[in-house]
C-alpha cells in the first residue's frame, strides 16, 4: 500500500516537474537574444525581403482580423473552431510584431506568412458559410417573385380583376435579383482564386439586396418588420458591425 502511494506520488512530481520546464519555456517573441538570433538566420536580401512582407502585409493582416472578428462574434457558431482559430491569429499576430519590433525581420516575416494562411483558411471558411446563407435567400426572393409573377398571370386574365402587386413593383424587384445574383456571382469568382475577404463584401451587397427584395413585397408595416427581425444578425453584418440583441 505504501509502496503503491510512493509511485502515485513520485509520478504526480514528475508530471509537475515536466508541466513546469514547459511553463518556463519563452513565450514567441519573448526569447533571449541567442534564442533569437537563431530563429533569424539568413542573408542580408531574405532579411530585406521578409521585412518587406511584414510591412506592407499589415494593413492587410489587420483588416482581415477585424472582418474575422465581426463575422465570428455574429456566425461563429456556424463555423466550427472560429472562435478558438481567431484567438489564435490575434495572438500569432502579436507575436509578428514583437519579433518586428525586435529587428529579427526573417523570423517576423515567416511568422507572417504562416498567419496568412491561418487567416486565408478562417476566412475561406466563412466565405462558405457566406455562400450557403446567399443561396438560400436569393432563391427565397426567386420564388417570391415567380410567384408574384404567375399570380398577376391569373388576375390579370380574370374579368374586373385588380392587380395586387403592380408589375412596375415585379420589375423592380427583379431587377434588385439580378444584381444581387451577379454581386454573388462575383463573390464566387473571388472564392475560387482564395480572395475570400473580398468574396465576403461580395456576398454581404447581395444579402443586403436579397432582404430588401423580401421587404419591400410586404404591405404591412409589421410584415416588413418581421422581415427585418428575421435578418437582423445579417443586416447588422451588412454594415460591418457586430449585432447586438439590445438594439434589435
Known sequence: MLKNSFIILSFCFVCLSV???????????????????????????????????????KDRV??????????????????????????????????????????????????????????????GKFSKNYDTKTQNLLAECADLITGQEQSQLVETSQEGSKVVVPYREIAEGQQKLRIAYGQMGLATDMSRDDRFYDAIVHYRIAKDYGIKILSDFKEAEADKKAITDKYSKDLSDNRNQIFSQQTK
Not at 26 to 32: H, I, L, M, W, Y
Not at 42 to 50: I, P, S, T, V
Not at 85 to 97: G, R, T
Request: proline content about 2%.
Open 19 to 57: 508541466s513546469a520546464q514547459e511553463s518556463g519555456a519563452p513565450e514567441k517573441g519573448k526569447e533571449s537574444f541567442e534564442e533569437l538570433d537563431k530563429l533569424d538566420q539568413g542573408n542580408n536580401l531574405e532579411r530585406k525581403q521578409y521585412k518587406n512582407i511584414s510591412e506592407n502585409n
Open 62 to 123: 489587420i483588416n482581415a482580423i477585424k472582418l474575422l472578428t465581426i463575422v465570428t462574434a455574429n456566425f461563429g457558431d456556424e463555423v466550427p473552431d472560429s472562435k478558438t482559430a481567431l484567438d489564435k491569429i490575434k495572438k500569432d499576430y502579436q507575436v509578428v510584431l514583437r519579433y518586428y519590433y525586435r529587428r529579427a525581420y526573417i523570423a517576423s516575416g515567416k511568422a507572417m506568412v504562416a498567419l496568412e494562411k491561418d487567416i486565408s483558411t478562417l476566412l
